[in-house]
């Protein structure tokens, strides 16, 4: 019998017969062979046998290794009519046999125990793991398309031959739909086929694509049939969709119309009352028109003659030390307790002599100000309590000033923000600073740009007072600012009364028939006592307003009494228009008796109107249930449904004229101030030789010097130097950076604050309407100092679009201001020092006629906090190398525990 395995070729005789390596998938079988010979049709079952050998090594010892044989049968083979071809399927094979991916197998063949074929040495084939075909997922064609498709393997090439492979599609009966022409891409990593037409099939059908190998098969992919594009799928949306917009559009249309007529109905008393509008705006330009061209003599001439009302030296340093106190600790001597007084007062006088040694002092605030606790209200209060603890030796602080100074600067440079230096005060030696220069410049003020300042203050407050000013809410027809502006249409009476003085001469005084009972008393004052300082003035509360209305009889008004006009819950505080009062009234200003007067007695002058919290303590109800209005009621909330023109409160820019009108009547005022804070012109005290500086005889007057042939005083010089001299040397080029430093350290820092703020040189009492005014002033001047240019637009605030242009005016002039300075003869240390030792001096003789700083309870209040932080203080003198001053700082703590 000859046998052939295909596709091998016949030999003679079995024993000569070579097999190729074949390929069989041993998990599953079914790989086909085919066995070609004569008579196979006699044979009762056939079988295909593999005989597999492993080998066991159990012992590591190769010649001890165990060979085992398996042995795998096929079922029944077939066989063909003339018994000269025979099929064979191959077996599933084990697959705990396969310790690689593939296996060496022998073939046999069982035929009705001819035993010479159960094992065909020479016919051996190579068994392969099962393959892995890559799923490539849902793919989309056409029924119109020939479909090829790509399937990869996953995880190396493929070991069986493209005849071995069949690629099925189902659901699909029809022919088009096998996958035909199976072909091995190049490395036998991917093959190929092709399933042909799909047309009939139904677009959105779904075909599952499942290779075969045997009896192996995995599901790699599947098919989406989609049909050709029907143009109606985009022609209906775009249709239906402007159907929507022309149904949108038509509903639009109605919608406008019927708020249209709606409209018609109201729209004759619109008309009427945009021309109502349109009136009241050209009224307010014409009278704006008018105060332009008020005389400014007006507002100076009451100050001829006159000394300006300054504070004394004491309660000027102590409203910019410690603002906000009338009294303070270091007005008044220690208060010490009997049975450790002396101990207490040997602590005191070491720790100062410790203050004296400028490495301790230095290390005790850098030691306060490293501690995490150590607030910027403790900072504050530090700075100015050392500034009193040394304000006998100005020429002292100065050296630890510079030194907290260049440190604060070293690190500001570090930080990479040089230009936010002294913007703040947020270290003790930004507090100290803003201290040095109120001691240093306090002559030059009263001397200097006092008066300047003063005219300023007055010209605004009189300005202001001109019209109505609503004691409630601090707002008043004239006031620069737009958030403090009457804008409410009313009809005012100019009354010119006079006012019985204490010599009993008739003084004139104008008035409002708007103006409260204690607003009238405040302008007589003012125009009986002009300049004398408010604290040498009668109380607004001890005096009564009496108008005389024939030699022996007169009549008492009061804010507040049994004729006041009640409206529900709302009380109208009383005005001259309320008694009758007409032009040509006679009044005198009367000491109250004991008796109180009837009812609640409201003396909101405008001077005392200091915070929005008097604004909302007047809003809010009284025991009683009452709240109290003045000009206007102040609503909690306003009715949305009323007409935006019946509402009589109109937009703040329809009175911008009337703005522009009483900026332009204090510009004068305001530029006098400028100048003289920013002018290096000779001042017609100022020597011109550093030997003349200084009085001859000391105590006899204050030692006011200035810079060579200027102006400028010397310790605005010396610390405009100081400042080039740190950029210099901490090589900084930029104009910028150096021009902030000395805006943030005197312009900002001293002359803004003092302008702002005149009740801290004047004896005087400051509205919460003139600071909302001196505000808008101190922005332009905060403005004008800056170095950057800022485009301003239609959007801007209107204080700044008010000043603009005077902006940029003084921007021009501070730039000079500073270049100036800059070129004047530098002061040097030894003269300096000896000014400051003079002016100490100075001050500490005022003091001790007129009371002042102690400087034992200063210390003593630095001593809280020494205690506090007294063992970090400790350690860092310690560190330093000081223990001799340790142990001092030690016994000090120690006693005043």
């Given amino acids: 019998m000859s046998l052939l395995f295909f596709p091998l070729i016949l030999l003679s005789s079995p024993s000569s017969m070579q097999v190729p390596c074949l390929h069989s998938i041993p998990h599953r079988g079914g790989t086909e062979y085919v066995v070609l010979g004569q008579d196979f049709d006699i044979i009762q079952e056939p079988r295909l046998l593999i005989h597999i050998t492993t080998s066991n090594d159990q012992s590591g010892n190769r010649r001890k290794r165990r060979q085992t044989v398996d042995i795998f049968k096929s079922k029944p083979c077939t066989t063909d009519s003339g018994g000269t071809r025979m099929m064979c399927q191959a077996p599933p094979i084990d697959p705990a046999l396969f310790s690689t991916r593939q296996l060496l197998a022998v073939l046999g063949l069982e035929l009705d125990g001819v035993d010479s074929l159960l094992r065909l040495d020479n016919y051996t084939v190579t068994l392969h793991s099962n393959p892995s075909f890559q799923n490539f997922g849902k793919q989309s064609f056409s029924n119109t398309d020939n ?81 050709p594009i029907n143009p109606v799928v985009f022609i209906v949306p775009i249709v239906v969709t402007f159907l929507i917009i022309v149904v949108v559009i038509v509903v639009i249309l109605l919608v406008v119309c019927y708020r249209g007529r709606q409209k018609d109905s109201r729209y004759k008393e619109l008309i009427v009352e945009m021309e109502k509008l349109e ?73 100062h002599d410790l203050c004296m040694d400028k490495k301790v002092l230095l290390l005790f605030i850098r030691t306060l100000e490293e501690q995490r606790n150590f607030s910027i209200r403790d900072k504050s209060l530090v700075g100015s309590l050392l500034m009193v603890a040394l304000h006998n030796r100005l020429d002292y602080a100065t ?26 005060t947020e270290s003790v030696a930004e507090k100290m600073l803003t201290n040095w220069l109120h001691f240093c410049l ?110 022996r009889d007169y009549s008492i008004l009061r804010d507040e009494d049994t004729t006041t006009v009640m409206d529900g819950v709302w009380k109208k505080l009383n005005t001259l228009q309320h008694y009758g009062v007409e032009d040509g009234a006679a009044f005198r200003l009367m000491k109250r008796n004991g008796r109180a007067p009837p009812g609640r007695t409201y003396d909101y002058p405008a001077s005392l109107i200091s915070s929005h919290a008097v604004r909302n303590r007047a809003l809010s109800e009284a025991e009683d249930g009452t709240r109290v209005w003045h000009l206007f009621k102040q609503h909690d909330t306003e009715d949305p449904k009323r007409s935006p023109f019946m509402n009589k409160k109109m937009i703040t820019e329809v009175y911008l004229p009337r703005m522009l009108s009483t900026k332009n009547i204090l510009q004068k005022f305001v530029s006098d101030l400028f100048s003289s804070l920013f002018s290096v012109q000779v001042s017609p005290t100022s020597p011109v030789a550093y030997a003349n500086f200084f009085p001859t005889s000391p105590g006899t007057q204050p030692p006011i010097s200035y810079a060579p042939g200027s ?104 730039r000079q201001y500073y270049q100036n300075v800059a070129r004047l003869p530098r002061i040097p240390e030894d003269v300096m020092q000896s000014y400051l030792k003079q002016l100490s001096e100075h001050q500490a003789q005022v003091f001790r006629k007129t009371g002042g700083f102690v400087v034992e309870s200063a210390l003593y209040e630095l001593l809280r906090y020494a205690n506090k932080y007294s063992d970090q203080m400790l350690s860092n003198l310690r560190n330093a190398g000081l223990d001799a001053r340790a142990q001092v700082f030690e016994s000090v703590v120690r006693a005043t525990m």
């Fill in 147 to 227: 479909i090829r498709l790509t399937i990869d393997s996953q995880g190396g090439r493929f070991e069986f031959t493209e005849e071995m492979v069949e690629v099925l599609i189902t659901p699909c009966s029809r022919e088009e739909c096998v996958c035909e022409d199976v072909t091995f891409q190049p490395g036998n990593s991917s093959l190929t086929c092709l399933v042909g037409t799909t047309n009939g099939l139904r677009r959105g059908s779904t075909l599952t694509v499942t290779a075969h190998i045997g009896s192996y098969n995995q599901t790699v992919g599947s098919i989406d049939i989609t049909g």
């Fill in 279 to 351: 009136s009241t705006v050209a009224r307010e330009c014409k009278l704006g028109f008018a105060e332009l061209q008020t005389d400014l003599d007006e507002l100076t001439g009451d100050l001829s003659g006159h000394r300006l009302p300054y504070r004394d030296l004491k309660v000027y340093l102590l409203s910019a030390l410690f603002p906000g106190y009338k009294d303070h600790a270091v007005l008044h001597p220690v208060q010490l307790p009997i049975q450790r007084q002396i101990s207490s007062q040997k602590a005191i006088k070491d720790f």
């Fill in 399 to 424: 050296e630890i000033l510079k030194t907290l100074l260049y440190d604060l600067i070293t690190k500001a440079i570090n930080k990479s923000s040089p230009k936010l230096l002294l913007r703040r």
């Fill in 442 to 551: 306090h002559e030059y003020i009263v001397e200097q740009s006092g008066k300047p300042q003063y005219l300023l203050y007055r010209a605004v407050k009189s300005q202001l007072e001109k019209g109505p000013i609503d004691v409630i809410t601090g707002e008043a027809r004239y006031s620069l600012s737009e958030h403090k502006l009457i804008r409410q249409k009313m009809d005012v009476e100019v009354l010119s009364v006079t006012v019985e003085a204490d010599d009993g001469l008739r003084v004139p005084v104008k008035v409002l028939s708007c103006d409260t009972i204690s607003q009238v008393k405040e302008k007589l004052l003012d125009a009986i006592y002009k300049a004398t300082p408010v604290s040498h003035r009668p109380s607004l509360t001890t005096i009564d307003l009496e108008q005389i209305t024939s030699p």
């Fill in 711 to 814: 102006a400028v005083p010397m310790a605005v010089k010396y610390l405009l130097d100081f400042l080039d001299d740190s950029a210099e040397a901490a090589q900084i080029s930029e104009k910028d950076v150096v021009h902030t430093w000395k805006n943030n350290a005197l312009a900002l820092r001293f002359w803004v604050n003092v302008m702002k703020n005149p009740e801290f040189v004047f004896d005087v009492n400051k509205s919460h309407t003139v600071d909302a005014c001196l505000s808008v002033i101190a922005g332009a001047f905060i403005d004008g100092c800056s170095y950057a240019d800022v485009k301003l637009t239609i959007d801007s605030p209107t204080s700044k679009l008010l000043y603009n242009k005077e902006v940029q005016e003084y921007k021009v002039k501070v």
